[in-house]
C-alpha cells in the first residue's frame, strides 16, 4: 500500500520543526504568514485614554513646571520597576521584581542633563487614606529609603504655588544651580 501524501505536505516544509513544532501541533496553533498577521484595529480591545493625567495631577504638573524653571526633566506615571533596580538574587527576585513591577510613581524629577532621577513626587489625594493605599505608601517609602532618593508627598489641593512647591521640593534635595 502506498502512502498518499497529505494535503498539507507542501506547507510542512514551513513550518516549525523540533519542539516547537510539536508543540504547535498539538495545540492546534499554526504560525500565521506576515499577511495575515495585519488585523484589524477592530480586532483589539484598546482604545486611547482620553488624557494622560487626572484633573488633578495636570493641574499638579502645570504648577510643578514653573516651580522647576526647567531645573529638572519632569516625568509622569514612572514604573517603580524602571527606576528601581532588584539586589535579591535568587528565588527572592521574582517576589521583589513583582512587588515593583506593577506600581508607579505620580511624578519624577530628574537631572534635565543626565536624567539622573533626583525626586520622585506622589500627589496624595483622599484614595491615600485607606488602609490599602497607606500600605502601599509605607512600601514606596521603603523602596526609596532603601535606593537613597528622597519621596516627596504633596497633599492634593484646589490651587497650587510655584514658589511654595520650589521651597519644599529645595528643602527635600537642597538648593539646585541654574539650568544654562
Avoid at 495545540?27 to 498577521?37: K, Y
Avoid at 500627589?123 to 528622597?150: E, G, I, N
Amino acid at each position: 500500500m502506498t502512502r498518499q501524501p497529505r494535503a498539507d505536505a507542501v506547507t510542512m516544509t514551513t513550518r516549525p520543526r523540533g519542539c516547537l513544532g510539536i508543540f504547535l501541533r498539538l495545540t492546534g496553533d499554526r504560525p500565521t504568514s506576515r499577511e495575515s498577521q495585519t488585523t484589524s484595529p477592530d480586532a483589539f480591545p484598546y482604545t486611547l485614554t482620553p488624557t494622560f493625567l487626572t484633573p488633578a495631577e495636570r493641574s499638579f504638573f502645570g504648577v510643578l513646571q514653573l516651580a522647576c524653571e526647567g531645573r529638572f526633566a519632569i516625568f509622569s506615571k514612572v514604573r517603580l520597576a524602571d527606576l528601581f533596580n532588584v539586589t535579591v538574587k535568587g528565588a527572592g527576585w521574582t517576589k521583589a521584581f513583582n512587588q515593583v513591577s506593577q506600581k508607579h510613581v505620580d511624578f519624577l524629577l530628574c537631572d534635565a542633563l543626565e536624567l539622573r532621577p533626583i525626586l520622585l513626587i506622589e500627589l496624595d489625594d483622599k484614595s491615600h487614606r485607606s488602609a490599602k493605599t497607606q500600605s502601599r505608601d509605607l512600601f514606596l517609602q521603603h523602596v526609596c529609603d532603601a535606593a537613597r532618593v528622597p519621596l516627596m508627598r504633596v497633599p492634593a489641593s484646589v490651587a497650587y504655588s510655584p514658589r511654595s512647591l520650589r521651597a519644599a521640593i529645595e528643602q527635600r534635595i537642597g538648593p539646585t544651580p541654574e539650568i544654562l
